[in-house]
């Protein structure tokens, strides 16, 4: 985008959170990423996951909980806890609503080749709809409820099932700047990391007061965004942290890992080019929207990200970077017009929303005459409105031999 500050390095810009620059004009990702890569003893932080393994073999129901939307990451983290340290762990998945044809497939397999217990809980659609629409409002952000949801349901489900040890996939400090590789502390994935970005500064309370005024939601509607009472983690001795506080992330060489073990398939994703990070966010046909959103807020999206993430790992030349960023992004995606359905606003009061939440110095513009082409599978993403809840005509149902049809 012209007229913001852009890292020197990754070409990110002012307006990606938590960025800073040096005097050199290379942004903190980078420099942590430089941190990452030169002065962790990765040697001692596998022996420290050895160590948090073995405390935990064996001495109750599961060997650890794995929370997993089937994505690159979280499929990774699965295979490689399954098939490096032979664990028996509970797979649990918040399915948001929005899961792909591909995705569900890639799952069917994953889990069958692993042999893994599995837990799937998909929350209310229609308290879903309400919480897009109140998140987008207040923050220019509509996932409230699969942030919340992803990282506080799991964390229920380890309360219930007694199981102390939740292993995610990818820390934070991959993509913004909350945690520090240069800590060299291991993250944890709590409370506080909860409250400090993924709620977006709205608990799940504050949330039922928001929207109390139209929407009749039982108390318990909330419960799944809800993150359970820390005093009772702590009694369980939880621990909660991410694989990739262990091992060196790298999700370019973890997804040819997948495809071969697994037969794991990336997807088209609207606004991205096809054939370039086919493994990258696959498992939400609301992506293509989360990203426009950002582009309008923020003045970048997903491929300014991987053009980052490329170039950060010395996988791109900056030229090509700079091409695919201006050939790609900022298109206008067809799952526009799904989601203005979904929470009932027409496009004028989409964009005076986003307009209200733009990051300064950014300033949207929402003239974008491009579209994004439309994924192979775009027709069979969820679609409501008016059209749909006229009454429709019951088909006949053939009598069963015997009984005369009523
Ligand atoms: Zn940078």
Redesign the pocket.
Known sequence: MPGLVH?K??L?PETYETIEFDEHG??N??RGREFRNEKIDWAGRKRQLDALIEEHRGKHDYDCIVPFSGGKDSTFTLWYLVSTYKLKPLVVQFDHGFMRDRLKENNTRTLKKLGVDVLSFTPNWRVVKRLMLEALRRKGDFCWHCHTGIFSYPMHVALRYQVPLVLWGEPSAEYTQYYDYKDDQIEEVDETRFNRFINLGITAEDMRGMISHDFEADPRDLAPYTYPPVRELKRLRYRSVCLGSFIPWDTKKQYGIIQKELGWQGDEVEGMPWSEWPYEKIECYMQGMRDYIKYLKRGYGRVSQMV?MDLRNERIAPEKGRRLVEEFEGMKPHSLQIFLDYVGLTEAEFNEIVARTAVAPHKPDFAIARWAPKPWDFDRWHREGAREEAPRARPKIKAVAGKAEK
């Open positions: 890292c390095r990754c990110l290379i942004c990702i980078c980052a």
